[in-house]
């Protein structure tokens, strides 16, 4: 397609549940990331996948949080045990890479899933 | 620390007029660079406009400014000529070359403009 898509837009769980978000970047594009917004923490990093580098996973809030990007392209986000408090718009952006040079690699956004925990 | 300051949390513009919008930042790299983008109410983030360090020229694209001011560390964005269209929540945001290398981006808390007639 013609920019990053997330699914699904909405998504309603229960306590304790395990969720999976799923982003598909734009075509191309080797780098692909994950943000959460909530209204108390801002924007924050979750999870950057570049190209066949270990992914820097540095901004998982906890071990329930995960990540996988299969080829090289596709990418799903999968919280555990889901708490009322990760209940946020999960964004998925992609970029062309660090090697496309530092104006070239803006980063993409697709629209969100916001993610309700009842 | 936050590495990413945006002031005004609100602000009302009249249409037509321009707006300032303020972001300063807080790093020890040398090479970085400095984003802003823009998310209406359903919720998408557009970018906007994209200023290096070593840029040696304020970059401008169409009615957006970014006023680059690297020894105070501010990126400032100026909206020329504003539109209905403009009102929605603003972020400044931040790459670093070597302590992230390129990679996440840093956003400040937003600053919500609401452009009237």
């Known amino acids: 397609g013609a920019g990053v898509s997330q699914s699904p837009s909405n998504k309603v769980t229960e306590k304790g549940k395990d969720v999976e978000l799923r982003c598909d970047p734009i075509s191309g594009h080797t780098a692909l990331y994950w943000y959460r917004q909530s209204l108390g923490q801002g924007l924050e990093f979750l999870i950057y996948?570049?190209?066949?580098?270990?992914?820097?996973k540095s901004g998982l809030p906890s071990d329930r949080f995960s990540a996988e990007r299969t080829g090289g392209s596709v990418s799903t986000l999968t919280i555990q045990r889901t708490q009322q408090e990760d209940s946020a718009v999960y964004l998925c952006?992609?970029?062309?890479?660090?090697?496309?040079?530092?104006?070239?690699?803006?980063?993409?956004f697709g629209a969100g899933t916001r993610l309700s925990v009842l | 620390a936050q590495k990413i300051t945006q002031t005004q949390p609100g602000m009302f513009v009249q249409e037509k007029e321009a707006v300032t919008l303020d972001c300063t930042y807080d790093?020890?790299?040398?090479?970085?660079?400095l984003f802003w983008y823009k998310q209406p109410s359903s919720g998408e983030m557009i970018f906007l406009i994209y200023q290096g360090s070593y840029d040696q020229q304020n970059a401008t694209e169409g009615r957006y400014s970014l006023n680059f001011q690297k020894a105070r560390k501010s990126a400032n964005l100026v909206i020329s000529a504003s539109q209905l269209g403009d009102s929605a929540m603003y972020f400044c945001a931040m790459r670093e070359a070597l302590t992230d290398s390129w990679g996440k981006l840093q956003f400040g808390a937003g600053t919500q403009v609401v452009v009237t007639p």
């Open positions: 996948f570049q190209g066949n580098s270990a992914p820097d």
């Open positions: 952006a992609s970029s062309l890479g660090r090697l496309a040079g530092a104006k070239q690699n803006i980063q993409y």
């Open positions: 790093t020890s790299d040398p090479s970085y660079g």
